[in-house]
């Protein structure tokens, strides 16, 4: 079973995302900012980030930078952000994949596969 970390400091996209992705049988750990996911990351060596860009403490942005030097550097990241960012940004970060917020079930469902065979 696939282990994802979702991170993002709104609780309700948060349990949305957990329920939707444990109904699909993956394995869901959370955290609500990148500060949160940091200790995440160490303890449970998730397959898959999904990352929310603009939160409190450390934002998604600040939480890629510091991680992705060691332990996470192959982990693949799917942004989430209602901010209007360009692909071209993220590639900067070494983020191939992101979703803007507002997003329906099913396209995340399909971003989350596209992201664990990449």
Do not use: W
């Not at 030097?69 to 192959?74: A, V």
């Amino acid at each position: 079973m696939k282990k994802i970390l979702v991170v993002d400091d709104e609780p309700g996209i948060v349990k949305l995302i957990k329920q939707r992705l444990e109904f699909n049988h993956y394995e869901v750990i959370t955290a609500h900012d990148g500060l949160e996911a940091f200790v995440k990351v160490s303890e449970e060596n998730p397959d898959l980030i999904i990352l929310d860009v603009s939160m409190p403490t450390m934002d998604g942005l600040k939480f890629v930078k510091a991680t992705r030097g060691f332990e996470m550097k192959n982990t693949p990241i799917l942004i989430l952000t209602a901010l209007s960012l360009t692909q071209e940004t993220f590639k900067t970060f070494g983020i191939n994949h992101f979703l803007t917020k507002p997003f329906n079930s099913e396209k995340l469902l399909q971003k989350v596969a596209e992201c664990l065979m990449s």
